[in-house]
C-alpha cells in the first residue's frame, strides 16, 4: 500500500532544507567540487548540482572555474560560500579602551578600529566613544548600517536577561545603561549583549588555545578577575547570567589579588595604578625578590577562585587569558603547582593565543552563531540582513 502523494508545500520544504545542508557543507569547507559536496551530504550529484546552481543564482554561493592548465581532463568547477553577502560586527566596550572587529559571515576579519577610553568616563562618554569607533569601522569598510547581520557588544559584569549589566559593573554609572537600546537605534539588525569573561571563552574554543576542548574554564586575569565557562561545549550564562562570577564570593580572594602587584615594594612614584602590574612583572622577570614575592601572592589568590571552578567543574583546560596573559611565562607554573594542591583531578592549564582581542573575537563569534542560527532555522531567503525579531 502506497502513503499519500507529497504536497507541493511538502516538496518545497524538501527543496528548502536540501538547499540549507548544501549552505553548511559550503560554510565549513573550502571551495568543493559537486562530487564532493554529494559526498558530504548524502544527496545525489544531479541534485547537488541543481541546487548549487540555484544557490549561486541566489546569491548564496559562488564558482570558482576550472583553470586551462590541466593536464588530465577538465578539472570540475567549484562552489564557495558567498562570506561577503552580509557582515556582523563584535565590539568589546572595555574599561580602557573599544575594539570594534567587522568581520564577513566566515568570520574573516575585514576592519578593526580601537579607541582608548578612560577609565572613569561617564556613561554618555563612554558611548560617544562607541558611536565614534562603530562610525568609524564601517566607514572605513566601506559599508553600512544595512550590511551588517548581527551585533555583539561585550561588556564587563555579569549580564541579565535583558542585556544590562543589573548586578554589578567597574564601569561608573553603566549599570543605568541599556546598551541594546542605544544600538538598536544605529542597527536594525539582531543585537546581542554579553559578558566579556564568557566572550573571551568562546574566543578561545574558536580560534585560541582552547579548539579541541568541550570543557573549559577561563581566567581573565587582569587588574580586575572573572571567569567564563564553556561545559560540553556550550558557553553557560547560568539562569540570570552570572555563572562564573566566583570573584564576588570575598573568600574567594579575586577582589583583592591585583593589590599584591599594585602594592608591591619598590614601584617608582612614577608608575601610575593602571601600569604598576607591568612594572612588576618586568622586575620578577628581571629577578627582583620583592616583585617575584608579589607576583607569588597573586597567583596563590588566583588559584582559590581557580581550583573551585575546577573543583566543580572539572574541565579538560584552564585558559589563563586577559591583560596578565602577556605575562604567562610567570604564573603558568606557580599555578599549576597551586591547582595540582587543591584540585582532585588536574587540568591542563594554557595560556590564551588572542592577547587584548579575545574578548571582541568572541563577540564577532556570537554574531556569527546569531547568523547562523536564523538561517538555518528560518531558512533560506535573499542574502540580506536578518531584521530583529
Known sequence: ?????????????????????????????????????????????????????????GGWAGVLEPGANSAVGRPARRYQFRAGAG???????????ILALLADLDGTIVHSVRQAVAADAEPAARLAVL??????????AGK????????????????????????????????SVNLATHLDARFDCPILIENDCKLAALAERWKGAASDA?????????????????????????????????????????????????????????VGPDDAAAWVFTAARDGDRAARAAVRRYVKDLAIGAAALVLALDPQVVIFGGGFSRSADLVLDPLRQ?????????PEVRASTLGADS???GA???????????????????PVAPRRR
Open 1 to 57: 500500500m502506497t502513503g499519500p502523494a507529497t504536497s507541493g508545500v511538502d516538496l518545497s520544504r524538501l527543496r528548502e532544507l536540501n538547499s540549507l545542508s548544501i549552505v553548511r557543507a559550503l560554510r565549513s569547507h573550502p571551495p568543493s567540487t559537486v562530487t564532493e559536496l554529494s559526498q558530504r551530504t548524502g544527496l545525489s550529484r544531479p541534485a547537488v548540482d541543481v541546487i548549487a546552481q540555484g544557490l549561486v543564482a
Open 87 to 97: 557582515f556582523v560586527i563584535g565590539v568589546d566596550v572595555g574599561v580602557h579602551k
Open 131 to 140: 558611536d565614534t569607533v562603530l562610525d568609524t569601522c564601517l566607514a572605513e
Open 144 to 175: 553600512s548600517a544595512a550590511d551588517i547581520w548581527a551585533v555583539t557588544g561585550a561588556v564587563t559584569g555579569a549580564v541579565d536577561a535583558s542585556g544590562r549589566t543589573s548586578f554589578s559593573s567597574p564601569l561608573p554609572g553603566w549599570k
Open 214 to 270: 568541550d570543557d573549559i574554564v577561563y581566567l581573565l586575569a587582569g587588574l580586575r578577575i572573572g571567569a567564563g565557562l564553556i561545559i560540553d561545549g556550550v558557553l553557560r550564562r547560568g539562569f540570570g547570567g552570572a555563572a562564573g562570577e566566583i570573584g564576588a564570593l570575598k573568600q574567594v580572594r579575586w577582589l583583592d589579588a591585583p593589590a599584591h602587584l599594585q602594592n608591591c615594594p619598590g614601584i617608582p612614584s612614577t
Open 338 to 346: 597551586e591547582l595540582e594542591r587543591l584540585c582532585l583531578r588536574m
Open 359 to 361: 574578548v571582541a573575537l
Open 364 to 382: 564577532l563569534k556570537l554574531s556569527l552563531n546569531e547568523v547562523d542560527e536564523r538561517l538555518f532555522s528560518a531558512g533560506l531567503s535573499a
